[in-house]
Nanobody, 128 residues
């Protein structure tokens, strides 16, 4: 297994969680982009936050200012710090990576294509 998520769970609205994604060294050093995606029941998977190899980031509009994506190459780990969580943030969260082109207008894309390596997902539940 090359991408493994941790840190999910249940929290009340307004609370915080930090997701971690342990990656093989290949992905943290070689990936053009890494990111977090989520899928709520009955909805399509959507990009939440992505980061390119130079630290450039993109965020879903609804999480901008509340979520922060970061990467620690020394620890081979991708993070998603989530604050001010809302019930609508409830979803299965997936870590993803790609070595394909993933920039649009110099920003990492939030679309599933071109991400081709995925973690197994981890549940985040926010109660009101």
């Amino acid at each position: 297994v090359q991408l493994v998520e941790s840190g999910g769970g249940s929290v009340q609205a307004g609370g915080s969680l930090r997701l971690s994604c342990a990656a093989s060294r290949y992905y943290t050093y070689s990936s053009y982009c890494m990111g977090w995606f989520r899928q709520a029941p009955g909805k399509e998977r959507e990009g939440v936050a992505t980061i390119d190899r130079n630290g450039g980031t993109s965020y879903l509009a609804s999480v901008q200012g509340r979520f922060t994506i970061s990467k620690d190459n020394a620890k081979n780990t991708l993070y998603l710090q989530m604050r001010s969580l809302k019930p609508e943030d409830t979803a299965m969260y997936y870590c993803a990576a790609t070595t394909k082109g993933c920039l649009l207008w110099s920003q990492p894309v939030l679309t599933e294509q071109p991400y081709d390596s995925w973690g197994q997902g981890i549940q985040v539940t926010v109660s009101s």
